[in-house]
């Protein structure tokens, strides 16, 4: 009986892998025709990076990590999302294929995480830096602002985290009262706790929720009440008020900005043309035009 158990238990985690790392890492094929487009390496690990074809490039660079529960690859309607992006900012993408649990846990993570950000914050000189992330890249990005607050290293200039997963340990009871369409409580947990390792559940750099506030600024939390991730994200920012800014949409669910083509998605334009004015705001207007 216990052998049975132990062996269902295995083919769960294995479904559960599956159903959450889906193929879909290739590239949109006008990503390639339309933008100027890189793929680099980075200690073995794929960064893409794209931006405007013709000189309209702006002064902005955005280091853009994706969600996944830590076990997704980027998704199609990521790349719908960047190529709009760019299309209205002008800005520079830069994208890391960061690696993933369970195979690699936060400790993987930020052996990689941690020099690319130093990499990319001497390289661009004094660029406009924007920090920005979807779900579980919103945690990873909300963690890699504190690390490197820590280590007295520059700071973004704006950080915009969509929907944010800020706490693995889903212990918060407002989670349980809400009706999310998307996330499954079940699966995150299980995903969380791979990532996390055998220690990692007392790291601010899985929940950075724990982690130091005292560097904050300039911080934007896009969020719906129908995401189960809303409750930590909102008390992370009540605790945190007049460094973060808090923007909630009733009734939106999970990622809700990224899905500005799906009609039917409640806020989705809205929450897509928020994140456009915060990555515009502070712009010198020409006076030309």
Known sequence: MYVLLIILLI????????????????LAKDVFRNYNFESKKFMGRDIFVISPLDEK???????????????????????????DVINETNAT?????????????????FKMMEPLYKHIVEDIKDKE?????????????????????????????????????LDVRMTNPEIDKINDP???????????????????????LVNPVLGPTDKLKEIYILSGTNDMLNPDAKKFALKNKGKI????????????????????????????????????????VDAKK
């Not at 083919?11 to 193929?23: G, P, S």
């Not at 699966?187 to 601010?204: D, M, V």
């Open 129 to 165: 830096l924007i920090l920005m992330g979807d779900s579980a890249g919103a945690g990873l990005a909300l963690a890699l602002y504190q690390r490197n607050g820590k280590l007295k290293r520059r700071l973004p200039d704006k950080t915009i985290l969509i929907s944010p997963w």
């Open 93 to 109: 993408l830069i994208v890391p294929d960061y690696p993933l649990t369970p195979e690699n846990t936060y400790l993987h993570v």
């Open 11 to 26: 083919l769960l985690i294995v479904m559960i892998y599956y159903e959450l790392r889906v193929a879909t890492s290739k």
């Open 245 to 284: 800014e808090f923007i909630e949409y009733k009734d939106a669910i999970h990622n809700f900005p990224l899905m500005k083509h799906k009609t039917k998605v409640l806020h989705a334009k809205e929450g897509y043309e928020k994140i456009i004015e915060i990555i515009k705001k502070g712009e010198k």
């Open 57 to 83: 490039e702006s002064n902005k660079v955005i280091l853009y990590i994706h969600g996944g529960s830590y076990v997704g690859e980027l998704e199609k309607y990521h790349w719908t999302f960047f190529k």
């Open 182 to 204: 998307v996330l499954k409580k079940p699966l995150l947990k299980i995903s969380g706790k791979r990532y996390a390792g055998k220690n990692g559940l007392r790291s601010y």
